[in-house]
């Protein structure tokens, strides 16, 4: 797997690059010339996380020092690479240990990234050397600046047909088998809510289901939901709300990353993807408040709210999953709101019905530095999905919205499968240091970490 342009294994003009916490500061600096002291002392520089300052020499920059917090949180280095000057290449100096230098060459990566398809760049990012890169750092990269890119496309290159390419070529590369069901094939094999949620647009719905692994291998099974744009359907979302809905399909680009990051590290399991990719359009066959529309599993849906759509192409996937008996199953979605007011824009989500599989991804999440939060499933809250007509609605009070979101989903696991599911937001409001504005990969590190600790050899 190549390096991006901005991390390289060679370059005759590296400067030196100082990575100190602040409080490695003080005996740093009295090692250096009292000049260089001084010109520290004069800017106020004490190494403060997030801070930089370049150092002078004879022919213009000597070099230059970082100011940190936590060595082996990948966005502790986040600022370097647009921070230091453009086109610059740098060698980190000092004692960093392999997992803090592992988390540089990810941070730096994260830092330096920016959606440039339709943007001619305007400033190159410092480039970072690396003697010896690790393989684990770099495809985790990969896969974090997969879901960037996915999120960030607009949805008039990033609809159905086009995440299908995306994971058809992804499993041709791996040897992976694809398989898709389009339009009224997702009725003839039982896929009845994935195709009433898509049905309506011009760019047909379908489920595309990736396989890959050794038969004999443990299941483990990766859902997304791939909502290409939602406008909330008949119950159309304000303007402010439909302004970013290219971003919906945030779950599917997570899943779809992971799959990826599973196949080129070569995890010994059975590995299934399977991503419902439709868009919530509106037309007139678009489904309708009030519709009582069927389902994989025979369980009946009544439509409370047209803009509940994710959770009910989901049930078809998550059903369709369970039918393999997996022994981990795991759903990634941009699901509600209720999630981002509960914990903010940076904190996904987690819902599990197993305790294990739960701990494990928190666990991993701490290790990681790559965080998620676990709210329960309070199953006496299934009082607000209650239909009169059908075996369940979709929506139906404002009441723990991210909690009825997540039993409704559960509705469609079947008993006895460990399953997990994650409410991400997969984007950055703003631009801040190692996470630019757009698209955001959210809690896949810990994903990954979890799942090669249980099952890498």
């Known amino acids: 797997m190549s390096l991006p342009a901005f991390l390289e294994t060679a370059d005759a003009t590296t400067l030196p690059l100082h990575v100190l916490q602040r409080e490695q500061f003080a005996d740093w600096s009295a090692q250096q010339p009292a000049a260089l002291r001084a010109w520290l002392q004069a800017q106020g520089f004490s190494a403060a996380p997030g801070s930089l300052a370049l150092l002078p020499g004879e022919d213009g920059i000597a070099g230059a020092v970082i100011g940190i917090g936590d060595a082996v949180d990948p966005l502790s280095y986040g600022h370097a690479p647009t921070g230091l000057p453009s086109?610059?290449?740098?060698?980190?100096?000092?004692?960093?240990?392999?997992?803090?230098?592992?988390?540089?060459?990810?941070?730096?990566?994260?830092?330096?990234?920016?959606?440039?398809?339709?943007k001619t760049p305007t400033r190159a990012p410092a480039r970072l050397l690396l003697e010896a890169p690790d393989r684990q750092a770099a495809a985790l990269l990969a896969a974090c600046l997969r879901v960037r890119d996915l999120v960030n496309t607009p949805t008039e290159h990033m609809g159905p047909a086009e995440l299908e390419a995306v994971v058809r070529q992804i499993g041709q590369a791996h040897g992976a088998q694809v398989e898709v069901f389009t339009g009224d094939a997702l009725l003839e094999h039982n896929f009845p809510a994935i195709h009433?949620?898509?049905?309506?647009?011009?760019?047909?719905?379908?489920?595309?289901?990736?396989?890959w692994g050794a038969d004999d291998a443990p299941r483990v099974s990766l859902v997304g939901k791939g909502v290409c744009f939602d406008t909330g359907g008949l119950d159309i979302k304000p303007a402010d709300g439909m302004r970013n809905m290219k971003k919906d399909m945030g779950g599917a680009a997570h899943a779809i990353a992971l799959a990826e990051l599973i196949m080129r590290q070569q995890l010994p399991?059975?590995?299934?993807?399977?991503?419902?990719?439709?868009?919530?359009?509106?037309?007139?066959?678009?489904?309708?408040?009030?519709e009582v529309i069927a389902t994989r599993t025979g369980v009946s849906v009544e439509i409370d709210n047209t803009d509940a759509e994710?959770?009910?192409?989901?049930?078809?996937?998550?059903?369709?999953?369970?039918?393999?008996?997996?022994?981990?199953?795991?759903?990634?979605?941009?699901?509600?709101?209720?999630?981002?007011?509960?914990?903010?824009?940076?904190?996904?989500?987690?819902?599990?019905?197993d305790d294990t599989l739960a701990n494990?991804?928190?666990?991993?999440?701490e290790r990681t530095r790559d965080p998620l939060w676990r709210l329960p499933l309070w199953r006496p809250y299934l009082r607000y999905l209650t239909s009169t007509v059908a075996d369940l609605a979709n929506a139906g009070s404002r009441m723990a919205g991210a909690v009825t979101a997540a039993l409704y989903l559960e509705r469609f696991v079947p008993a006895g499968t460990p399953w997990a599911h994650l409410d991400v937001y997969a984007w950055n409001d703003s631009d801040r240091p190692g996470r630019p504005a757009g698209g955001e990969a959210m809690a896949l590190r810990a994903a990954f970490a979890m799942l090669k600790a249980r099952y890498a050899a």
């Not at 086109?87 to 990810?106: H, K, P, V």
């Open 310 to 353: 994710g959770r009910v192409i989901l049930g078809d996937a998550l059903a369709y999953a369970g039918e393999g008996k997996p022994e981990v199953l795991l759903d990634f979605a941009t699901l509600t709101g209720a999630a981002r007011i509960a914990l903010g824009p940076e904190l996904p989500v987690l819902f599990s019905n």
């Open 269 to 290: 399991v059975r590995l299934t993807l399977l991503v419902p990719a439709v868009e919530n359009a509106i037309g007139p066959d678009a489904f309708r408040p009030g």
């Open 360 to 365: 494990a991804w928190l666990e991993a999440g």
């Open 196 to 211: 009433a949620v898509g049905r309506a647009s011009h760019r047909a719905p379908r489920l595309i289901a990736l396989r």
């Open 87 to 118: 086109g610059t290449s740098w060698r980190a100096e000092g004692s960093l240990s392999a997992e803090a230098r592992s988390a540089l060459q990810l941070g730096w990566g994260l830092g330096a990234y920016r959606f440039d398809r339709y």
